[in-house]
């Protein structure tokens, strides 16, 4: 039985939020896209939160909005845990009480209530916040208090928008590695919400990529992260991507201009790319510069740029090569002072055939 | 240049305080205040406005709801009527409290009828509906305001707890507005305490019934001026703690949370 199960669209005035996604047991699926995708009205719709407007979802296993059979369980009476993006954690009830709402709210006896959410407290290593109140907590503490009070109440379904959003950038890796445990304990299913493509690659079993109200890409995150469909994932995950036409002869024409050469996995036999719509994603580390066309044939894709900008990433410099097609590429800082890359630099890019991944297109 | 009319402004207020408390009969005063009467007229007083007030508390707190939180057709209409005994001048509305509920009144005669309830309003029972009459809109803007303001994601967090509508309301709306329902409870009892054109109007001045302070103070002032100094002495005192409750922390703490 699947933990999760949903099919179908919610209408906002303009904005169309149309999908099918569906999670197992056990299994983190993080919802990655830009802010205005429809991630957190994805989340809504499944906490029941904002109706459905065409299709359904279902819970393990039982309707919870059904639009065609007009079924809707309230919000209230659907199990599901929600950590939301800046917690909202109640600021007049101490940290126990915050974490004991859910089994109050369900009739569970105060003292019972509380027993369990310092057991709760204790799971997430936080006995000594029992007793204080949201305002006094930092940042993360306050995201492992809405942690324990989204599971306490034994959700059938976690969902999770943006957790680590509102976290300082030190304090968010550590509390990445923390949640990614809590998570794998969790038996039921979790939806991570996210625009990070970090929080999603570390801590999913499987990547959903929203853009515009509907799926782009799903896959493993190596998969999303070595192949991405669209331009937006290429961004994230830091790779050069083109469309192209594969002619069916191992060579790739790009949308852009230029060609590439390239050894795909979905080659025929021959070692070569079926002919059709192809998306080809190169590396920025992968690809070499030199001052001149390089003479020697091994590096079968050579082609000529004019670097159009230059920027620090940590230990290396990347160039904004300008072409057919263009490309960032990295760099050492000794490579740009001995091949004297400045802007307006007229170079040759070279990369192996082996580096470029060049995949069906399934999007068009 | 509006330094003149701003020293006037401040003594206009300040003078006929002070002129009080000059005038007062402090060497009478133990004598006036243990008087029969003035003890009378203040234990009328507090008990009617506090009775009065948690009257406000009863049908102002599901009122002041009814406005902020739902999208029912003529709201706006209803919450420009319920504004209207603030501005009203009481006497106005101790008429139309009479209009409605005496016995030959509009409700009133129904009462009558029905209950037997037609002399109510010159019981004290009538000063209780004046004084609520009069105060309930001080409690509904306050709360109404605090509910507009109070944060609509905590409630939705609590629902996705497993919270019903009943229990977001009282474990987590009313908690979240409960400094408001404070200085809405001080103003409206404060409001209900002063309270004289529509007690008079609608509950007469009965001592002992319907003559609260005020009402003795107005009395006195004709017969024994000195003892409506001294009764005048107490209001002034009641108003200046109230004040005093109204600008303390309490009022304020967890608003900013």
Redesign the interface.
Known sequence: MTALSVDGAVQRSEFRLDLALSVDPGEIVAVLGPNGAGKTTLLRAI???SPLSAGSITITGEPVDDVPNRVFIA????????V?Q?Y?L????SVRDNVA??L???GVARASARADADRWLHRLDIDELADR???QLSGGQAQRVALA?ALA?APKLLLLDEPLAALDARTRDAIRAELSRHLSEFTGGTVLVTHDPLDAMTMADRIVVVENGTITQHGTPAEVARRPATHYVARLVGLNLYHGQADGAGVVHLDDGGTFVGAGADTSAAGLVPAGRVLVAVRPSSITVHSARPEQASPRNVWPVTVDGLESVADRVRVHAAGAPPALVDVTAGAVAELGLAQGARVWLSAKATDVEIYPDVAR | MLGVPAVLGAALLVVPLIALLVRAPWRGLPRILSDNEGLTALRLSVECATISTALCFLLGVPLAWVLARTQLPGLSLLRALVTVPLVLPPVVGGLALLLALSRFGVVGQYLQRWFGLGRFPFDTAGVVVAETFVALPFLVLTVEGALRAADAELEEAAITLGASRLGVFTRVTLPLVAPSLAAGGVLCWARALGEFGATITFAGSYPGITQTMPLAIYNAFESDPPAATALSLVLLAVAVVVLAALRGRWLYAGSTA
């Open positions: 906490a029941g939160l919000p209230e009476q659907r199990r599901v845990g929600v939301f800046n909202r109640f600021p007049h009830l709402f859910g109050r709210s369900r109140r949201p305002r009070r109440g």
